[in-house]
């Protein structure tokens, strides 16, 4: 799905960026420019980055994170 309407970034670029290293909304803006347009996305993006993060790594504390429905509320 796109993430990132301002620069067509979807959420598969950002995982991506997440597999190369990225490890921030803005590690994956100098990756792939997610989130440097309007900004309206970060959010969105920080959570793609916490799950995509997450899947890496059994013991990453940012599996604790809320799910993105309790984010968004």
Excluded: H, N, W, Y
Aim: charged letters at 25%.
């Amino acid at each position: 799905m796109i993430v990132c309407l301002c620069k067509v970034v979807t959420d598969r670029a950002i995982e991506r960026a997440v597999e190369a290293g990225a490890r921030s909304v803005d590690d994956v803006a100098r990756a792939c420019g997610a989130g440097t347009g309007c900004g309206s996305c970060r959010p969105v993006v920080a959570e793609v980055v916490a799950r995509a993060c997450a899947r890496q790594c059994d013991d990453c504390p940012r599996q604790a994170a809320a799910p993105f429905d309790e984010v968004a509320a």
